[in-house]
């Protein structure tokens, strides 16, 4: 079945690094979503990415879509202790379901 | 804001038993979600439903069974509880069928013995 593999799994960084995860699918993807979820709460929704090769900034947070579109990344520049948490990507095909990685939990060592 | 609310938030059962997580939401969204979360496997699709009387299965949908009579609604019951449903369950709503932004519930940390 489709598949989104999401890495790294974890990442320990001191604060003032940068940090990137990195998410890929098996198949071309419609959409994909990113979403934040601090310790001990619930997935908040980032941003959505939809077509091939976009870029879209939130402050300190770059949100990349593959050309091909199966693949996507986001980058944080300077990471803060308030990065802390999980980040998933998610992607949809045309079919409609979501499918989650398996989330990159963030570490940020002040 | 309490625009989707899950209750219990905790919930210790054991094996064999019956157990109902609830999900309301206030937005009068279509779309609604169970999903389950488990270290090293995200959150995985359990059932979904487009609107009131509508569901569907998702990713891992055994042991589980959902039901929606109204569209701000949508309970989970494990019918026989096993330690492997030992998980925390996220509830979440959209407008869309995921092309829209998802909007989860706090969750509700269940542990089967």
């Known amino acids: 079945g489709q598949q989104v593999m999401q890495i790294p799994q974890y990442q320990h960084v001191q604060e003032g690094e940068d940090f990137t995860t990195y998410c890929n699918s098996s198949?071309?993807?419609?959409?994909i979503q990113w979403y934040k979820q601090r310790p001990g709460g619930h997935p908040v929704f980032l941003i959505q990415?939809?077509?091939?090769?976009e870029v879209k900034k939130q402050k300190r947070l770059t949100f990349q879509f593959g050309e091909a579109k199966k693949n996507s990344s986001l980058h944080i520049t300077a990471t803060q202790t308030t990065d802390v948490g999980t980040y998933f990507c998610a992607g949809q095909r045309n079919t409609g379901k979501l499918i989650f990685g398996q989330g990159t939990t963030l570490q940020v060592k002040p | 804001d309490a625009g989707i609310t899950q209750s219990p938030r905790y919930k210790i059962t054991e094996t064999g038993r019956q157990v109902t997580l609830m999900c309301h939401q206030t937005w009068s969204h279509s779309y609604m979600f169970w999903y389950r979360q488990d270290l090293g496997h995200g959150l995985r699709l359990i059932y979904y439903?487009?609107?009131?009387?509508?569901?569907d299965k998702g990713e891992v949908p055994d042991g589980y069974v959902v039901s929606r009579s109204k569209t701000e609604n949508f309970p989970l019951t494990l019918e026989s509880a096993t330690r492997s449903q030992t998980s925390v369950y996220f509830c979440?709503?959209?407008?869309?069928?995921?092309?829209?932004?998802?909007?989860f519930g706090p969750g509700t940390r269940l542990t089967v013995l």
């Open positions: 979440a709503s959209s407008e869309g069928r995921g092309w829209v932004t998802q909007y």
């Open positions: 439903s487009a609107a009131a009387d509508i569901t």
């Open positions: 990415l939809v077509k091939s090769g």
């Open positions: 198949t071309t993807l419609s959409n």
